[in-house]
Every structure is written in C-alpha cells, then in structure tokens.
C-alpha cells in the first residue's frame, strides 16, 4: 500500500459526460501528480500540483481540468468524455515538487467510457 | 527530446533462471533514474531510485545499476511472484514539464 487513496476504482459512463476522480496524497506530500494509461500507452504524464498550485502541464487535453484543494487532495476532471478517454488514471505524489523526489503511486481509477 | 528505452519489450523466465532487464535514456542532467514494478490493472510499486553512475541498491531477488547511459535491473533466481511489469523512469531537470518520463516496460514472465 504506497499510501496513495484513489477513489472510484471503477465508473463506467456515456460519451459526453463529466466524470470527478479523486485523490487523496500521502500524508505529509505536498505534490500530487496524474498520469493516465492506455492499453496500448505507457503512462503519460497530465499535470502537476504542488501545494495547491499547478507545477507543471503534460499533454493533457483542453476537456481535462484539475484542481488540488488546501487540505492536498486533488480533483481531476473529465468533460465531454468521447470513447478513447477509456484508461486507467492515476494519481501520485511526492514530498516535494522538484526533480529527485520519489513519486508513489495509488492504485488507479478504471474509466470505461461507453 | 528525453527518451527512455527498455528491453526486452517481455521476457519469460524458468524459475530459478537469473536475468537483466535494460533501461537506456537520453537525458541532460540526470535527477534520478527509478525503476517501478506494475501488477496488471494495479499502480506502479516503487522499487529503487539511483542518482549517480556507480550507484546500486538491492532488495530481495532484484538489484538495480546505473551507468552513465542506462540501468540493469538483475533478477536472480526468479519466482513465479516476480512476474510483473517492469517499469523504468527519468527525472531530468530539463525533462520539459514532465516530472517522470517512463519507459514502455519490460513484461516478465517467470514460470515454475
């Protein structure tokens, strides 16, 4: 258990509808990352937050938008949700925000997007 | 550009029989080099950090490398438990506004 709680582990949901996941980080990680995984895709890299402000931007798409509240959980929003949005979305965090630090991973949210 | 290439694409083992997976990566600066293992449908399980060429960390069966220009995970004497995926990641203070660059993985397969 790496400490990292994502929550739904599972949705399946239409195309064009608006999915929340959630992320809950490590205790004492200030950081929190999103990376997304295709079945035919290595984890790519969505967004960064750190202490509540975005750190850095991946290829995440215009439909996507995340936010990471004053107690560090974080939100990651799916928007007109089209058939290749089905991945695996995973959350991570970190102590600190810069290159060097360790980045744990939580168990992921299955998007089924039908 | 950053990459991070590992091989074999996948690997099947008999128990007992020692292997290394590679990990080469083009990278100005290296922060860290991780190496994550990942159970199918489950998260990335952090395995070792290395920083510097010369490093090596050891845990159970497994030992982690690092040259210059790549890193060797060493698999000795495989158990069945050992099958997963074996994830390979940069951090490069120049990686762009990527905090990890992975590699595609190394798909191990250990039979008794």
């Known amino acids: 258990d790496s400490g990292v709680t994502q929550t739904p582990k599972h949705l399946i949901t239409a195309t064009g509808q608006r999915v929340t996941l959630r992320c809950s980080p490590r205790?004492?990680?200030?950081?929190v990352y999103w990376y997304q995984q295709s079945l035919d895709q290595g984890l790519q890299f969505l967004i960064q937050?750190?202490?509540?402000?975005?750190?850095a931007k991946g290829n995440i798409l215009e439909r996507f938008s995340a936010q990471q509240f004053p107690d560090l959980h974080s939100e990651l929003n799916l928007s007109s949700l089209e058939l290749g949005d089905s991945a695996l979305y995973f959350c991570?965090?970190?102590?600190?925000?810069?290159?060097?630090?360790?980045?744990?991973f939580g168990e992921g949210s299955w998007l089924t997007v039908v | 550009e950053d990459q991070v290439t590992q091989s074999p694409e996948a690997l099947r083992l008999q128990e007992g029989e020692s292997s290394s997976l590679n990990c080469s990566y083009t990278?100005?600066?290296?922060?860290?080099l991780f190496w994550y293992r990942q159970d199918p449908g489950k998260g990335p399980e952090f395995l070792f950090t290395?920083?510097?060429a010369g490093e090596e960390k050891e845990k159970e069966r497994l030992k982690a490398t690092l040259t210059k220009k790549e890193s060797f995970l060493h698999i000795t004497a495989p158990k069945p438990e050992d099958s997963a995926t074996y994830l390979c990641?940069?951090?490069?203070?120049?990686?762009?506004?990527?905090?990890?660059?992975f590699g595609k993985g190394t798909r191990l397969s250990v039979i008794a």
């Open positions: 205790s004492g990680d200030l950081s």
């Open positions: 990278v100005s600066g290296l922060r860290g």
């Open positions: 991570a965090s970190s102590v600190g925000g810069t290159a060097g630090n360790t980045i744990y």
């Open positions: 937050y750190y202490n509540g402000e975005e750190r």
């Open positions: 290395l920083y510097s």
């Open positions: 990641a940069v951090q490069a203070p120049n990686s762009g506004n990527t905090p990890l660059v």
